[in-house]
Each structure stands twice: as C-alpha cells, then as structure tokens.
C-alpha cells in the first residue's frame, strides 16, 4: 500500500504529466509550419519544463522523495530530452546519430537502475557529472530547437559536442556502478577525484598535441618529380596538328556559368558527373541540386564527387544533401572523408571542379558550387572562370580522358560512397527538403527558362587543334609536383609573352628555383595575383607580403589585382597557342597535397579570347613594387580588429606552417 502511494505522490503525476505532454508537442512541431503551431509547441515544452521545476520542490518541502521518485524524474527529464531530439530530426537529419546514442545510454542508466535497486544498494539520484550532462544536453537542443536557421557547421559541431559529453558521463557512470556493485559505494573524496581530473586534463592535452603533430608532420616531406616522368613529357604532345573533335569557349561571367550548369544538367540524357571541392545548399547550390534530382528521377545517372573536408562542413547533416541522394540513380562519393582517428590524412585534398554530360560537353575550371562562383545574386562574389568544351562527335575528344580521369579518382581506395542509413532517408526533414527541391526546379523552369533552352554548341565555340589535361598524381599524402612542373615546362618551352593569373603565390625553394629559371629563359613571363588588401584569403595574403621579395627576385614580372571582388581565376596564357584553365594555385599546397586538374587547350582563338579576358582584368592592376608598405596595409586602421588579430597570428605562424599552404 506504500508503494502504490508512492507511485501516485503529487511529484510523481507531475512526472506522468510530463511524459503525457511528450505526444502533444512532438504533433505540434511536426505540424509548425507556420507561426501559431510553432508557438503552441513551444508553450506546451514551457509548461513541461515548469512541472519539472515545481514537483521537486513540492518534493522536498511537503516530505514526498521516494526512491521511484529519484528514478521517475530523470526518466521524465531523458524523455523530454529525447522528445526533443526526435523533434530536430525535422529539421536536422544528424540528430537521428544523437537520438540513438542517447536512447542507448539511457536504456543502460535504467537497466543499472533497477539491478541497483533489486541489490538494496543506496539509490544517490543524479551524480554531479550526470546533472552537468543534463544541463549541457538542455542547452544545445534548446539552442537547436529556438535558433531553427544555424549555419550547419555550428549545427553539427552542437551535435558532436553533445555527443561526446554524453559518451564522457556514460563512461564516468560505468565506473560508478562498477563500484556500486563490487564495495556498495563510491568513492567521492576530493583528492582522488582531484587526481582523476588532473589524468583527464593531461591525456586530453596529450592527445590534441599528437594530433596535430600527426596531421601535420607528413606534409613536410616534398617529394621531387621523378626522372621517368619527367621522361615522358613531350611539349610537341601538348599541340595539334588541324582541328580535333573538341570545339571551346571560356564561360567568364557567374550568371553564365549558373544558367551553363543548368543547361547541361537538364538536358542530359545518360550520365551526369559533377566534381566540386565545395557545394553548399545556398541560391546556387539548391539550383544545382534540384537540377540534379530532376534529372535522376528522369533516369539519369548522377556521379557527384566532393571533397571529404567540405563534405564535413558542408553536406553531413544536410537535408536536401541527403534528399538527392535517397533519390534513385544518384551517387555521392567523399574523396578522403574526414575522420578525427586518421589525422595524418587530412591534408590530402581533391580540389578539382568539373561537371561533365553525356561524354558531349564539359565544363572545368576553378569555381566552386555555391553563391560566391556561380549565380548573379548580390553579395560577396569570387572572379573565377570555366572552359566548356563541345564534343563534335570524334573519337579523339577529350571529354573521354575526362571520363577516364574521373573513373581512376573514384576509384582510389581514399573514395567511398556516402551511406546514411534509412532512418535518416525517411524522417521529416529529408522528406520536405526533397519536396522543395522539386518545387523550386519548377520555379527555376517558369522564371528563368532560357537556361533549358536548347543551343547549338558548335555555333557558340571555337575550333581546337588538341586538348589535354594536366593532373597531380593519385592518392593521399605528399605528391611529386607533376601539374607544377608540366606547366613550368610548357612556359619553358614558350617563345611569346607568358601570363599567369593565380589568386595566390606561395612558393617552396624549388617552385623560386623553378621560376627563375623560366625567367631566365623567357623574360616576358607576367604573374597576376590580387594585391594583400584584396586577397580573400589570409593566409595567402600574409604569407605574399612576408615573402615578396624572393617572388620579385626570381624575374617574374608581378601585377598585383585591386578590383572590388577577390581574384580566383586560375588561368596560364602559353604563348599564342596555348591557354591552360582549371583548379591549380600556385601556392604549395596544389603543388605537392591536393588533386588538381588543368584543361591545357591548342587553339588561337581560345587563347585569343583568354588574352582579351586577362587584359580587362590587368587594367584594374599595377606592378609591384619592392616596399614594405603593405605590412602596415595589413594593420592600417581601415582593417576591422578580428581581421588584424588573425593576421597576426598568421604571421607569427607562417614560417612554420606555410608547407602546408
């Protein structure tokens, strides 16, 4: 009779109403697609939470602790927790990872909850590193579930971060119900705990100092280009002999190269391939996306290769990621996926960017997929170009060595398809994404629909003597420099005018020594990159102005680009004959860690539309000059205080990491 009043103290039905309000508010957030249900919902948590204030206080005051009670309310409290986890699942797919691994550890406290009580042993309740637990869980699935638009990076990093608490307390509760049910009590002294955490605190330093020794130690090896490549480069090979079957013009403009994605997209009928280092689900990215999807469930093929870095920040955790993907005929393969027990990898990056239909035409070049490359929205923008390349019909086009150099990527064992699992292909939030990505290709279709019109390809490029393609050798770690050192020899070869249009340039002692001794051959070898006040990136821009000097002292004739946007083109005019245009930088890290593809292009006309694109540019450039004004430019007060500190620590950092850059 005791313990059936216990079960039905005034606490423990504020427990069971808690539990009850559980249904109401998942039903209620499923539905809040507008602003009351979204209101109703979160009152319904408000009032949840209130009763989990008020019962242990009415517990403590009016006598009414019981030891159901101790386990009732933290079952009420995981309930709700896990409610709420299941309610982010509508709108955050990775939540489903945090809703699993929270039900496992709580059906384990449960499960060690009763053999605890069944042995008589003294039920405590909640220990202090369970509450800090409940607190920090509380705290990030309410940021989650009241800040609905965070940017996926913090929305994951919350739910990792959640995560890992959990599995830290599920490790700290293990040994106390190890010591529970061996002595019948646990050891809480302050000096042994003192002890435990200063263990704790230096393995985790430990442990981030071999991490980031291991992530970057194997990067300061720079292999040479061996002598049987070097062997084999022909630079005859490199031009043709009349027209191939490859007809190409340069796409400049971001608008273009949107409505150009599109195009191809759309009117792909077998096989789409879509390699991008970086895709993101903004105006672009979504167009990009739906076209996709439209064309898969038309039957089409659809290959999608991404970098495992940008994957990571980008696309886990993603919902309309994973509604293209649960659509049938697409694949997504991660090249190199990031993985925090593998540090030693994760400098090895595949930066190459090209969308290829049909084996009929292709773009390449430097953009990646989202707002800043590709689209005519406003807001921050990045100068980059493609080559669309139109296959005639020849067997010699180049558009099958693509092909052929995409089949050998994916086939590395650094590659690997993205997997989900079902529960996260079926709950809400994947669902509506997809639901939108189909809306929106309609939309794309009433409001834009020059870009699935038809065109002749052969009427809008150029004749072409011979394409080929110039790549970085395959695998992880440390490369042999096989694009830097085609290229510098290519240049070699050259008896015109040379210029080179980098966003940056950060050189090791071979790449000075190579350019010098192009210079020294070719005094017309011009190299523009953008000037340190409009370099997007800073490590890019410290590292030139600590380092202009030795750049000035190899002969190269320098512009620096002062235009309102930064300057991403990647493009090489080889004489009068040659243009080169891909994803290569020269900076260390395309040389010798990442994948990096160049399209090198025979044609006069190309290489005269290339040369008219790099003088409109020039004219917003001037020469450099040998002056170390630009260090104080870094820390003028024009510069906001954020950016300044991180130029600091860039340049107090360079010397020892700029291998890595």
């Given at each position: 009779?005791?313990?059936?009043?216990?079960?039905?103290?005034?606490?423990?039905?504020?427990?069971?109403?808690?539990?009850?309000?559980?249904?109401?508010?998942?039903?209620?957030?499923?539905?809040?697609?507008?602003?009351?249900?979204?209101?109703?919902?979160?009152?319904?948590?408000?009032?949840?939470?209130?009763?989990?204030?008020?019962?242990?206080?009415?517990?403590?005051?009016?006598?009414?602790?019981?030891?159901?009670?101790?386990?009732?309310?933290?079952?009420?409290?995981?309930?709700?927790?896990?409610?709420?986890?299941?309610?982010?699942?509508?709108?955050?797919?990775?939540?489903?990872?945090?809703?699993?691994?929270?039900?496992?550890?709580?059906?384990?406290?449960?499960?060690?909850?009763?053999?605890?009580?069944?042995?008589?042993?003294?039920?405590?309740?909640?220990?202090?590193?369970?509450?800090?637990?409940?607190?920090?869980?509380?705290?990030?699935?309410?940021?989650?579930?009241?800040?609905?638009?965070?940017?996926?990076?913090?929305?994951?990093?919350?739910?990792?971060?959640?995560?890992?608490?959990?599995?830290?307390?599920?490790?700290?509760?293990?040994?106390?119900?190890?010591?529970?049910?061996?002595?019948?009590?646990?050891?809480?002294?302050?000096?042994?705990?003192?002890?435990?955490?200063?263990?704790?605190?230096?393995?985790?330093?430990?442990?981030?100092?071999?991490?980031?020794?291991?992530?970057?130690?194997?990067?300061?090896?720079?292999?040479?280009?061996?002598?049987?490549?070097?062997?084999?480069?022909?630079?005859?090979?490199?031009?043709?002999?009349?027209?191939?079957?490859?007809?190409?013009?340069?796409?400049?403009?971001?608008?273009?190269?949107?409505?150009?994605?599109?195009?191809?997209?759309?009117?792909?009928q077998e096989r789409i391939i879509l390699s991008t280092y970086e895709m993101r689900s903004d105006t672009s990215g979504m167009q990009?996306?739906?076209?996709?999807?439209?064309?898969?469930?038309?039957?089409?093929?659809?290959?999608?290769?991404?970098?495992?870095?940008?994957?990571?920040?980008?696309?886990?955790?993603?919902?309309?990621?994973?509604?293209?993907?649960?659509?049938?005929?697409?694949?997504?393969?991660?090249?190199?996926?990031?993985?925090?027990?593998?540090?030693?990898?994760?400098?090895?990056?595949?930066?190459?960017?090209?969308?290829?239909?049909?084996?009929?035409?292709?773009?390449?070049?430097?953009?990646?997929?989202?707002?800043?490359?590709?689209?005519?929205?406003?807001?921050?923008?990045?100068?980059?170009?493609?080559?669309?390349?139109?296959?005639?019909?020849?067997?010699?086009?180049?558009?099958?060595?693509?092909?052929?150099?995409?089949?050998?990527?994916?086939?590395?064992?650094?590659?690997?398809?993205?997997?989900?699992?079902?529960?996260?292909?079926?709950?809400?939030?994947?669902?509506?994404?997809?639901?939108?990505?189909?809306?929106?290709?309609?939309?794309?279709?009433?409001?834009?629909?020059?870009?699935?019109?038809?065109?002749?390809?052969?009427?809008?490029?150029?004749?072409?003597?011979?394409?080929?393609?110039?790549?970085?050798?395959?695998?992880?770690?440390?490369?042999?420099?096989?694009?830097?050192?085609?290229?510098?020899?290519?240049?070699?070869?050259?008896?015109?005018?040379?210029?080179?249009?980098?966003?940056?340039?950060?050189?090791?002692?071979?790449?000075?020594?190579?350019?010098?001794?192009?210079?020294?051959?070719?005094?017309?070898?011009?190299?523009?990159?953008?000037?340190?006040?409009?370099?997007?990136?800073?490590?890019?821009?410290?590292?030139?102005?600590?380092?202009?000097?030795?750049?000035?002292?190899?002969?190269?004739?320098?512009?620096?680009?002062?235009?309102?946007?930064?300057?991403?083109?990647?493009?090489?005019?080889?004489?009068?004959?040659?243009?080169?245009?891909?994803?290569?930088?020269?900076?260390?890290?395309?040389?010798?860690?990442?994948?990096?593809?160049?399209?090198?292009?025979?044609?006069?006309?190309?290489n005269n539309q290339l040369e008219d694109i790099f003088l409109d540019y020039q004219r917003e450039a001037c020469p450099a000059a040998?002056?170390?004004?630009e260090v104080e430019e870094l820390f003028s007060g024009d510069v906001p205080g954020s950016t300044r500190m991180v130029r600091r620590?860039?340049?107090?950092?360079?010397?020892?990491?700029?291998?890595?850059?």
């Amino acid at each position: 009779m005791k313990r059936t009043r216990e079960y039905f103290s005034i606490p423990n039905l504020m427990g069971y109403f808690r539990i009850a309000l559980l249904p109401v508010f998942l039903l209620l957030y499923y539905h809040a697609d507008s602003k009351p249900f979204y209101l109703a919902a979160l009152l319904v948590l408000a009032v949840s939470f209130l009763t989990d204030f008020l019962d242990g206080k009415i517990a403590r005051k009016f006598n009414m602790v019981t030891d159901f009670g101790k386990i009732l309310d933290p079952v009420a409290d995981k309930l709700t927790q896990g409610g709420i986890a299941v309610a982010l699942t509508f709108q955050y797919p990775l939540t489903v990872r945090l809703l699993v691994f929270f039900l496992l550890k709580e059906l384990y406290m449960a499960v060690m909850g009763l053999i605890l009580m069944k042995k008589d042993r003294k039920i405590t309740g909640a220990l202090w590193y369970g509450k800090a637990c409940t607190c920090i869980l509380d705290a990030g699935i309410l940021l989650l579930l009241f800040v609905p638009n965070l940017p996926l990076l913090v929305s994951n990093a919350v739910i990792y971060l959640l995560m890992a608490v959990m599995a830290v307390t599920w490790g700290m509760y293990l040994l106390f119900h190890i010591q529970m049910l061996t002595t019948g009590e646990a050891d809480s002294g302050r000096t042994k705990g003192k002890k435990r955490g200063l263990l704790i605190t230096g393995i985790i330093i430990l442990a981030v100092i071999s991490f980031v020794l291991c992530a970057i130690l194997p990067y300061r090896r720079q292999p040479e280009v061996s002598s049987e490549y070097m062997e084999s480069f022909q630079a005859d090979s490199f031009y043709g002999e009349g027209i191939s079957a490859d007809r190409a013009v340069m796409i400049e403009d971001n608008g273009a190269a949107l409505r150009e994605r599109i195009r191809l997209i759309s009117q792909a009928q077998e096989r789409i391939i879509l390699s991008t280092y970086e895709m993101r689900s903004d105006t672009s990215g979504m167009q990009i996306m739906a076209a996709l999807r439209s064309a898969a469930l038309r039957g089409v093929q659809v290959e999608l290769l991404l970098d495992g870095f940008a994957f990571w920040t980008q696309v886990e955790g993603n919902p309309y990621f994973y509604a293209l993907e649960t659509t049938d005929n697409v694949e997504i393969i991660v090249y190199n996926r990031a993985n925090v027990l593998t540090p030693w990898k994760g400098m090895s990056r595949m930066h190459e960017k090209y969308i290829i239909a049909d084996d009929r035409v292709y773009l390449a070049g430097g953009r990646n997929t989202f707002d800043f490359f590709l689209g005519d929205q406003e807001g921050h923008k990045n100068y980059d170009r493609d080559v669309l390349v139109y296959n005639t019909g020849g067997a010699d086009s180049s558009v099958y060595d693509l092909v052929l150099h995409f089949e050998e990527t994916v086939s590395q064992k650094c590659c690997s398809l993205w997997r989900h699992g079902k529960l996260l292909e079926n709950s809400a939030s994947v669902k509506r994404a997809a639901a939108e990505l189909d809306r929106l290709y309609v939309r794309m279709q009433a409001e834009n629909p020059q870009q699935f019109e038809t065109i002749d390809y052969a009427d809008v490029t150029f004749p072409v003597n011979h394409i080929s393609l110039v790549s970085n050798p395959g695998g992880l770690y440390p490369k042999e420099p096989w694009a830097f050192w085609t290229l510098c020899q290519l240049i070699k070869h050259a008896d015109a005018e040379t210029i080179i249009h980098t966003p940056y340039i950060i050189c090791n002692d071979y790449m000075y020594d190579m350019f010098t001794e192009i210079c020294q051959k070719n005094e017309n070898v011009m190299l523009m990159t953008n000037a340190p006040a409009t370099n997007g990136n800073y490590f890019g821009a410290v590292d030139y102005v600590l380092n202009k000097e030795k750049i000035l002292d190899t002969g190269l004739n320098i512009l620096e680009y002062s235009g309102n946007y930064s300057y991403h083109g990647k493009s090489i005019l080889i004489g009068d004959r040659l243009s080169a245009v891909g994803s290569f930088n020269m900076d260390i890290k395309s040389a010798y860690q990442n994948t990096e593809l160049m399209v090198v292009i025979d044609s006069r006309e190309v290489n005269n539309q290339l040369e008219d694109i790099f003088l409109d540019y020039q004219r917003e450039a001037c020469p450099a000059a040998e002056s170390g004004s630009e260090v104080e430019e870094l820390f003028s007060g024009d510069v906001p205080g954020s950016t300044r500190m991180v130029r600091r620590v860039i340049m107090w950092l360079d010397p020892w990491i700029r291998f890595l850059m």
